[in-house]
């Protein structure tokens, strides 16, 4: 079965440093998201993208963060200069299309930062 | 309260019985979703009903909406030690494009 993927599992980082997330979705899906949890709360949206663009963002989603699809499978969540609060549990999702709106999670991506 | 608040926040019961999740949430919504988490893992779809269904059957799972409530249920029958995970209901918004809005979330323990 069709599964979305996420690397690394696990990523530690400096304040102030990059980090890229990286995520392949499910082959013929159409719309992809972020999301995070940040440990003992709720999971937050965090941004959509379909057709190459962002197709809506939350609050959380500022200038410190951005998102690719710089090829034909990879979908990459970068965050520029991570703050002690980016600190939590990034999940990946694709869905194919709009009137499918189940959403497929990956296993997500623990950001620890230090 | 905030958009999508499931009760009871912790549930404990024995293999066998039956475990009732409750969701409610704020907006119109075009569908609503429920997900479990196992501990420190990925979210699973486990069920989609939409604004104009009523309830919903997938094999153990029964999902009932009352959009006039504006709340869920999600019934787990004949529950297994397998069954526990946090469960979360997400809803669509309407007039979202399709981002997903999470309950905090039920922890359900079934015990052997």
């Known amino acids: 079965e069709p599964e979305v993927t996420q690397t690394p599992s696990h990523q530690v980082t400096q304040m102030g440093q990059e980090v890229i997330l990286r995520c392949v979705p499910i082959?013929?899906?159409?719309?992809f998201y972020w999301y995070r949890q940040i440990l003992g709360q709720k999971v937050e949206f965090l941004v959509s993208?379909?057709?190459?663009?962002?197709?809506?963002k939350s609050e959380i989603f500022d200038d410190q963060f951005s998102v690719e699809r710089p090829d034909g499978s990879n979908f990459t969540l970068k965050i520029r200069s991570t703050k002690l609060e980016d600190s939590a549990m990034y999940f990946c999702?694709?869905?194919?299309?709009?009137?499918?709106?189940?959403?497929?999670f990956g296993p997500g991506t623990r950001l620890t930062v230090t | 309260s905030q958009q999508g608040e499931e009760d009871p926040q912790a549930l404990s019961i024995q293999e066998g019985e039956n475990a009732t999740m409750n969701c409610s949430y704020k907006?119109?919504?075009?569908?609503l979703q429920w997900y479990r988490q196992n501990s420190g893992r990925g979210l699973v779809h486990l069920i989609l009903?939409?604004?104009?269904?009523r309830e919903k059957h997938s094999g153990r799972l029964r999902v009932t909406l009352d959009t006039s409530k504006k709340s869920s249920s999600l019934l787990i029958t004949a529950s297994r030690a397998a069954d526990t995970a946090s469960y979360f209901c997400?809803?669509?918004?309407?007039?979202?494009?399709?981002?997903?809005?999470f309950g905090t979330g039920t922890r359900l323990l079934v015990s052997p």
């Open positions: 999702a694709s869905s194919a299309t709009t009137s499918s709106y189940e959403q497929y």
């Open positions: 082959s013929n899906h159409l719309y």
């Open positions: 993208f379909y057709n190459n663009e962002i197709s809506e």
């Open positions: 907006t119109s919504i075009n569908n």
């Open positions: 009903i939409r604004s104009n269904e």
């Open positions: 997400a809803t669509t918004p309407a007039g979202g494009f399709q981002k997903l809005v």
